[in-house]
Nanobody, 116 residues
């Protein structure tokens, strides 16, 4: 079993920055992929960024050049540095872990609101 706990969300003005963290507890393996997704009100949950154990990354087009995903395997933690935030980035941000078997674990989510 894996438990994921996100932190770092909040209210920020347009153009500002936030750093989200996701701490994983339980059994983490070298083939697990970790990622961030987001869900705005009335919309589906969409991929923001993914990172493999050896730090290969993939980003949604809407966040490329503004967001950076990273992970600290020793701490079983994944981060999402978000810069140049826009109102359309407002959403609940969820961390997840994907096993090679296809099993997916989700965190409880953290709210990010970009507003003046």
């Amino acid at each position: 079993q894996v438990q994921l706990v996100e932190s770092g969300g909040g209210l920020v003005q347009p153009g500002g920055s936030l750093r989200l963290s996701c701490a994983a507890s339980g059994s983490i393996f070298s083939r697990d992929v970790m990622g961030w997704y987001r869900q705005a009100p009335g919309k589906q949950r969409d991929l923001v960024a993914l990172i493999t154990y050896d730090s290969n990354t993939n980003y949604a087009d809407s966040v490329k050049g503004r967001f950076t995903i990273s992970r600290d395997n020793a701490k079983s933690t994944v981060y999402l540095q978000m810069n140049s935030l826009k109102p359309e980035d407002t959403a609940i941000y969820y961390c997840n872990l994907i096993r090679p078997s296809g099993t997916v674990y989700w965190g409880q989510g953290t709210q990010v609101t970009v507003s003046s």
